[in-house]
């Protein structure tokens, strides 16, 4: 099975994790397990680093270390899809309740075949859903609420995950902190689409829970060796035959990114910017858009 849904919202989105929020422990690995891709540019004066993420990750996974150290240990400013604060997360809330919910009586039933519905009402206690509550939400949020209870349950935190681990490593070290899109804009490219449409993205979603773990592994294996091949394959491929949600949260995202990008470029400085490792590679991905307009980004990992 390729993992169409649960890659594309776990390796391209951070707003849900809000939700999902723990606490642990910063420590630098030993010994790593991973060596997640890393690109560089450097003009002379500006040096930035993109690293691709993935917004849940196991906390036994030694990833943090390396290179990653190092940039992290020069750095002057590190930039996230989406800084999230207390301020953030309230409005990610507001946003969810305005756009996230059924009106009108309408029930997420409507939207799915009977022995799909039977199989969340038998899935969600082991994720720690309640499917009465569920059921009054629009698909696009039921699926990221079920896909990151999947992998939580499976044993992924938020907290491990490169967008919050930096974060926290950065607003200790007081670095500037930056995004690169609003909260709005990062929610808009989920909910923004016609309930047929987010019906198809929920139904990948439940046909995923059954290989769950598989589809899990896989992930981190292609993740950790940074593989270009393998990371297109896994991450981007299935994503594609998702053509409008694809469109929205990935295509569209890249091409609003690279001006802002761009701006990074012309600062005297170290700069690290880590987004979702599915924005940064093969055609139409940041780091190929970016050479189009003549800039030398060079893999370092």
Not at 78 to 100: K, L, P, Y
Not at 193 to 204: C, G, I, R
Not at 227 to 246: A, G, H, K, W
Request: hydrophobic share 40%; charged share 25%; with cysteine.
């Amino acid at each position: 099975m390729r993992a169409r849904s649960l890659i594309l919202k776990l390796s391209t989105m951070a707003l849900i994790l809000f939700v999902f929020i723990s606490c642990s422990e910063l420590t630098e690995a030993d010994g790593l397990d991973a060596h997640p891709a890393i690109w560089k540019l450097d003009n002379g004066s500006a040096q930035v680093y993109l690293i691709g993420s993935i917004h849940l990750l196991p906390p036994e996974l030694k990833w943090y270390g390396g290179k990653i150290k190092k940039i992290l240990d020069i750095a002057d400013e590190v930039v996230f899809e989406v800084h999230m604060t207390s301020e953030t997360q309230d409005q990610a809330r507001a946003i969810t309740v305005q756009n996230g919910m059924l009106r009108n009586g309408d029930k997420l039933s409507n939207y799915i075949t009977k022995d799909e519905y039977d199989f969340l009402k038998k899935i969600t206690p082991e994720l720690g859903i309640s499917i009465e509550t569920i059921t009054n939400f629009q698909p696009w949020f039921a699926s990221i609420a079920l896909s990151v209870s999947a992998v939580i349950n499976e044993g992924w935190d938020p907290e491990a995950g490169v967008d919050r681990y930096i974060q926290k490593i950065a607003t200790q070290r007081q670095l500037k902190i930056t995004d690169l899109e609003t909260i709005e804009v990062q929610m808009e490219a989920l909910y923004n689409h016609p309930l047929d449409v987010q019906a198809n993205m929920l139904k990948d979603t439940i046909s995923e829970l059954e290989d769950i773990q598989k589809l899990t592994l896989e992930m981190i294996d292609v993740w950790s060796s940074g593989n270009e091949i393998r990371l297109v394959d896994i991450f981007l491929e299935p994503m594609r035959e998702q053509s409008e949600l694809y469109a929205e949260i990935i295509t569209s995202r890249n091409k609003n990114w690279v001006p802002r990008l761009e701006e990074f470029f012309k600062k005297k400085q170290v700069t690290i910017v880590i987004v979702g490792t599915a924005h940064l590679i093969g055609d139409g991905g940041v780091v190929e858009l970016l050479r189009q307009k003549g800039y030398d980004i060079n893999r370092m990992q």
